[in-house]
């Protein structure tokens, strides 16, 4: 109060004058810092955002089944060995198999990238299974996901009293494989099942989790 100055009317202008500097700095500075701090969670929530999507997608493409072959088969290694063999052309059913490897590679690496500490371990055991050869079971890993999902979402846990069946990776639709042995032959019509099917694995491989997530911690032949 000693700085403020009342002696007459060009004092107290200019007093009033100061006073109104100083607040609308004041005033600027906060807002400043407000909005850098809305942009920050902004940004951390598109992330966040991203990062559960990839997730969920990576949960349906190795979850996605209940019924029939519940694991991955490295189809690659056989078909090399049917080739040495001198055996012919590979099946529907093992081209099948392939594509189901691919979507899951896809989204195995996802999950290397975004998953939390648990899940790149999962994942990165499959990824050396798959490598070695060996048929892949993703049960364990869906669960950690499906759990993980749950809880970003504030959604309640699964009931402990409900048995779930064993969960695989997803089935491609019948058409996509016969899509690829028309592309094979060099026909128009197998690009467009391909493309459609690279579109559905891009989906699964590119669709990670909420505020609880942050502290949890994307062909071959």
């Known amino acids: 109060m000693r700085g403020l100055d009342f002696s007459s009317w060009q004092a107290v202008l200019t ?3 100061g006073l109104i500097v100083i607040t609308l700095v004041g005033v600027g500075i906060r807002l400043l810092v407000m909005q850098t701090m809305q942009q920050r969670r902004e940004r951390e929530n598109r992330q966040i955002n ?3 999507r990839t997730l969920i997608a990576a949960y349906k493409t190795l979850g996605g089944s209940f019924t029939g072959d519940l694991d991955v088969n490295p189809t690659h290694l056989r078909q090399l060995r049917a080739l040495q063999e001198g055996s012919d052309a590979p099946s529907e059913s093992s081209d099948r198999a392939r594509r189901i490897r691919d979507a899951v590679e ?3 690496s996802d999950i290397l990238l975004l998953g939390t500490d648990e899940q790149v371990r999962l994942a990165a055991r499959a990824a050396i299974e798959l490598a070695q050869g060996r048929p892949v079971h993703t049960h ?3 669960v950690s996901l499906r ?3 749950r809880h970003a979402l504030d959604l309640a846990p699964i009931p402990s009293d409900l048995a779930i069946p064993q969960q695989g990776p997803t089935r491609p639709a019948g ?3 016969k899509g690829g042995k028309d592309d094979a032959k060099g026909g128009k019509v197998g690009g467009g099942g ?3 099917m690279g579109g559905g694995m891009g989906m699964g491989a590119g669709m990670a989790v909420g505020a609880h997530a942050a502290d949890g911690e994307p062909p071959r032949d």
Do not use: Y
């Open 140 to 142: 364990e890993l869906v």
């Open 15 to 17: 007093t009033m004058a």
């Open 147 to 149: 759990d993980f999902i």
């Open 106 to 108: 896809a989204a195995l």
């Open 50 to 52: 991203e990062r559960l």
């Open 175 to 177: 058409g996509a494989g």
């Open 194 to 196: 391909m493309g459609a």
